[in-house]
Structures are given as C-alpha cells and as structure tokens.
C-alpha cells in the first residue's frame, strides 16, 4: 500500500480506502514513519488524521485533485509524530530516577521543565492525544504524576487497573 500511495500524495490525488474495514475517502497528504509504522496523514471530511498503513487495504487512486490546505500541511510540518488537532496543556510531577533523565532529554511531546524543587520536577507537556503521553507515564510509574488534567489522569488510571485486572484474571485461570 505504500507505494500504491505515493503517488497520491505526491501528485495530490483524492483515493478511496478501506481502513479497518472501514470505507474511507482521503485526500492524502503525507506518508510518516512513527517508530518503524507507517502511518498516512490525509484529510477526512475536513478533519486530519492519521491512518496506519498496515490497517489500509484496497487502495484505489481517482482522477480527482485536491488543493491541499496550509493549515493541515504547516500541522503536519510542525507535529513530531502522528497525532493531529487541538494540543491539551498537561503538567507533570516528576520524581525519583525519572528527574534526571526528564532533565536529560525529552521524554514527552514539547517538553518543558517549569520549575525544579528539591525532591521533584514540574514539567509541562502539550499533546493532541491521551495516547501520545500515556505510555511514556507508564514507563515511568511510580515516579510521575499527573497533577492538572483530571481526564487524562483517570484514563491513566483505567489503564493500570485494566493490566491489573488482566493480571488477576490470568492468574486465577491458572491456578
């Protein structure tokens, strides 16, 4: 599929798809490699998106342009991966072993440290998506907190009692 939509993108054509058999029509504006996946960036009833290629089957190329808008393709130039729209303003507690590497490098989306204190930092983050900061926060588990997005925090949450839920269900079986 990835050659099938690169011309396309290239050349601006609207194509027709189906993504998790899903029927889609697309205007495609860029193919991206997030972390060894390919992912299509393309405009779908005037929203971008981002559609993993190995989910994209039936790729079918029309005679149709389309004029691609400045707003969708600066978006695309500017993001750091495959997560589009508004940006949500998260800040973080950090602490323990995770100080030092938060101090290091970037560890989240347009990391920024706001102020250090003695026994933990406080980091702001801008993400488009929960997804696009969670499984960083997992990583880091015990040693970051979510202190200002109580959406994003409980979805966080969900996701530990969900693996701990897992976790006793396997158990159980096997015993």
């Known amino acids: 599929d990835f050659d099938t939509l690169e011309e396309p993108v290239r050349k601006r054509h609207i194509c027709h798809l189906r993504h998790r058999s899903k029927a889609r029509t697309l205007a495609p504006y860029k193919l991206i490699n997030q972390q060894g ?16 290629l190995s989910q994209c089957s039936h790729v079918l190329k029309t005679d149709e ?13 500017s993001s750091d991966g495959i997560w589009f729209g508004p940006k949500t303003s998260v800040t973080l507690h950090v602490s323990g072993l995770a100080m030092e590497y938060f101090k290091r490098r970037q560890q989240v989306p347009q990391q920024a440290i706001l ?55 396997s158990a159980a079986t096997s015993a």
């Not at 996946?37 to 993993?52: D, P, R, T, V």
């Not at 983050?125 to 979510?146: D, F, G, K």
């Open 65 to 77: 342009f389309f004029e691609p808008r400045n707003d969708f393709t600066q978006e695309i130039e």
């Open 115 to 169: 102020r250090e204190h003695s026994n933990y930092l406080e980091v702001s983050t801008q993400v488009s998506h929960a997804e696009q900061l969670l499984p960083t926060l997992r990583y880091w588990i015990p040693h970051v907190r979510i202190v200002n997005n109580p959406d994003f925090a409980n979805a966080l949450n969900n996701s530990l009692l969900q693996y701990l839920q897992t976790q006793t269900d």
């Open 37 to 52: 996946i390919w992912y299509l960036a393309a405009a779908e009833n005037g929203k971008l998106k981002a559609f993993a």
